[in-house]
């Protein structure tokens, strides 16, 4: 059985724009071993080519292959819901280009969906004219429920407090469709070509990486690299597999394929190496 690699990068990967040690030999690992991984990101402001530049500018030389974003999975979505749609954007150009992706038009009246995502631009004048397209009937979709945004300047309101402001001025509940929405966790599984025994998604935060992993009954790896402390586990009722300091700690292959990624009977089968444990799994 093969195992395939949900990544968070935000916390996990790199700290705002500096590369968390670790993060690019623990991929380099993946690659010489050919285990299949992704990266995810709650984050709708950039597409998944601008993703994989900044990765590769941080020195992790990646492809739009291993990139999965919210809004992707927004988009596809609606896609579903909707074909052929139309959509009023509180968002920038990653979930716009989604959107164009898959068959949906971006209006400024009477549109299908109102779809939040984070934004830099927004103004007073977009949420009023979402506010009245909502009580006019049009349905409203989250890109993600994140209440705020790490940047290099501190903290900026992320999209779940946009989309709460025109939750309580219309009584209207939204549909998040981003981590950990089981729409955006099987979606990327699909995506790696994995099956859900075969997923090991691996992140810094309770509430979104480790708790839609559980959900979906993937292995998950919590890494302290990022927004959660050892402290905080015991408040909460689920818990990871596996809890690392950072994912320096995965590069070490004992750790990867004793704890990480056992997947046979290791009575019958047991691998020495991680070179090993490829062959076994190819």
Known sequence: MKKGFLIDMDGVIYRSSELIPGAREFIATLERCEI?????????????????MKLERMGIPVTERHIFTCAMATARFLARQQPGGTAYVIGEGGLQTALHKNGYAVVDRNPDYVVVGEGRTLSFEMLEAAVQMVLDGAKLIATNLDPNCPT?????PGCGAIVKLIEEATGVKAFSVGKPSPVMMRQARKELGMATSETIMVGDTMETDILGGVQMGYRTVLVLSGGTKREDLERYAYQPDLVVDSVADLCDTSVLINQVLPTMNREDDTPLDIDAWSRAHA
């Open 152 to 156: 290099k300047n501190g903290t900026r």
């Open 36 to 52: 299949p991984f992704m990266f995810l990101t709650n984050n709708s402001q950039r597409t998944r080519r601008d993703v994989a």
